[in-house]
């Protein structure tokens, strides 16, 4: 069965820190790959996703994640965090072959300090 | 993007009462839609796979009898909370999945008192 692990479940930065949220996943076959963010109060937003092609996936807000398949894991990363990213990210993984379940990791909550 | 719908938004309900939240397809059809419930800070988890014309398969440990779901239409399926009890509060959010990427329905917010 898949299965997504993220590394924190709470990070604290400052305004202008990076950040890198780590994310595992576990599934032999070819998968697609998800960050989702959920602001407080609000519903899941698509941050950036990986089908195939180029590992190095750009998203929205500056908001990037690396597909490194022999380590099973697809991170996010922004070079400098603001105030407003405060959120929920929520890693996420489905069977690439065809549409599947959409498995969450448990979450990692971001509070970003002005 | 394609764009999922769901209602009511919220939902406050006695305990021992049913409860019906539709999720719509509005601009595509799903032969095939996911619910997920998600308790207060933590993450989101799958209860069911709504499939079109046929039965639900529902993900181990969800009761098919307490969370009906019926998916009657290519764009409408709905989940009904039987005789719901104060723990089953929760955040129910549906999707639905065009060309392997999933879109989120904006979450109902069920409160039993």
């Known amino acids: 069965a898949q299965s997504v692990s993220q590394h924190n479940h709470h990070v604290i930065l400052s305004e202008a820190a990076s950040l890198e949220l780590g994310c595992n996943y576990s599934?032999?076959?070819?998968?697609?790959l998800f960050w989702y963010v959920q602001y407080p109060g609000q519903h899941l937003q698509l941050l950036l996703k990986?089908?195939?092609?180029?590992?190095l996936v750009k998203g929205i807000k500056g908001f990037e994640a690396e597909f490194i398949k022999s380590k099973f894991s697809f991170n996010l990363r922004k070079p400098s965090v603001q105030w407003s990213d405060t959120a929920e990210y929520f890693c996420?993984?489905?069977?690439?072959?065809?549409?599947?379940?959409?498995?969450f990791g448990p979450g990692t909550s971001l509070s970003v300090i002005p | 993007g394609a764009v999922v719908s769901q209602h009511p938004s919220w939902v406050i309900c006695k305990s021992g009462t049913s409860v019906k939240i539709e999720c719509r397809s509005l601009d595509f059809q799903a032969t095939t839609m996911f619910w997920y419930r998600q308790f207060p800070k933590q993450s989101l988890m799958l209860m069911a796979t709504?499939?079109?014309?046929?039965?639900?398969?529902?993900e181990q440990g969800v009761e098919k009898d307490k969370f009906l779901i019926n998916h009657a239409s290519l764009t409408l399926s709905t989940l009904t909370v039987t005789s719901a009890h104060p723990e089953d509060s929760s955040f129910y959010i549906c999707?639905?999945?065009?060309?392997?990427?999933?879109?989120f329905g904006q979450g109902t917010r069920l409160t039993v008192v």
């Open positions: 599934y032999g076959g070819t998968v697609n």
């Open positions: 990986y089908f195939s092609g180029d590992p």
């Open positions: 999707s639905a999945a065009v060309n392997t990427e999933a879109f």
């Open positions: 996420a993984v489905n069977a690439g072959t065809s549409y599947d379940k959409v498995i």
């Open positions: 709504s499939n079109e014309g046929s039965k639900a398969t529902y």
